[in-house]
């Protein structure tokens, strides 16, 4: 399985961006994915998750403001941000729980996923 993240960019408070997680090298569509960001000098944070059945969940400061869903028929999640602030910027990863076997409660945690996309940089300025 093979996820590659993309859409990074530079943009200015207040603006928007999507990401798209691409997931290819399997025939199942039943698959988690979370979106998790670090930003330098930082521990690597939980975004947010959907899982396999569609269940979808954020962390606290991106809620309201940030959006993931799921093309199934391409097999890309995707994460769009609005509203970004400045504290937004970080690499952001996509990562799979393939086959979907965590339960709801540690998809915030990085070992709840086997495998992971590269990331791409999101750089919000102020």
């Known amino acids: 399985v093979q996820l590659q993240a993309s859409g990074g960019g530079l943009v200015q408070a207040g603006g928007s961006l999507r990401l798209s997680c691409a997931v290819s090298?399997?025939?199942?569509?039943?698959?988690?994915l979370g979106w998790f960001r670090q930003s330098p000098g930082k521990e690597r944070e939980f975004v947010g998750v959907?899982?396999?059945?569609?269940?979808?969940g954020y962390r606290d400061s991106v809620k309201g403001r940030f959006t993931i869903s799921r093309d199934r028929a391409k097999s890309t999640v995707y994460l769009q941000m609005n509203s970004l602030k400045p504290e937004d910027t970080a690499v952001y990863y996509c990562a799979a729980d393939f086959p979907p076997v965590s339960v709801w409660s540690s998809y915030s945690r990085g070992s709840a996923y086997d495998y992971w996309g590269q990331g791409t940089l999101v750089t919000v300025s102020s």
């Open positions: 090298g399997h025939t199942s569509s039943q698959y988690g």
């Open positions: 959907i899982n396999w059945s569609g269940s979808i």
